[in-house]
């Protein structure tokens, strides 16, 4: 079955650096559309940033934009997200995503466009 398992959380001081690995299973990870999404406490899940199959093509939110870079490794069967210059903000649940998408549908970056989650990894930035 298929299986996407996040790793690299942890408490960080506002400023610093993480970066987040979400190694796949069970699926042709270099056909696949990934996609990292965050929810923090009583707030909707969103799309931080999503690449396309290739790694082509990259979306960003503009909350994050310049400061965090979406890469993958299909011969790895992973996905990272390099966090820098932290927000308090950007504490939340940090959680992979992927599905068989084209541009138009990756651009959206919408939870309700992946099907298959990782169970999320916690980021907690201190002010």
């Known amino acids: 079955q298929v299986q996407l398992v996040e790793s690299g959380g942890g408490l960080v001081q506002a400023g610093g650096s993480l970066r987040l690995s979400c190694t796949a299973s069970g699926l042709p990870f270099g056909d696949y559309a990934m996609g990292w999404f965050r929810q923090a406490p009583g707030k909707e899940r969103e799309g931080v940033q999503c690449i396309s199959s290739s790694g082509g093509s990259v979306y960003t939110a503009d909350s994050v934009m310049g400061r965090f870079t979406i890469s993958r490794d299909n011969a790895k069967n992973t996905l990272y997200l390099q966090m820098n210059s932290l927000k308090p903000e950007d504490t939340a649940m940090y959680y992979c995503?992927?599905?068989?998408?084209?541009?138009?549908?990756?651009?959206?970056?919408?939870?309700?466009?992946?099907?298959?989650w990782g169970q999320g990894t916690q980021v907690t930035v201190s002010s």
């Open positions: 995503a992927a599905d068989l998408l084209g541009r138009q549908i990756i651009a959206r970056m919408s939870p309700t466009d992946f099907g298959y």
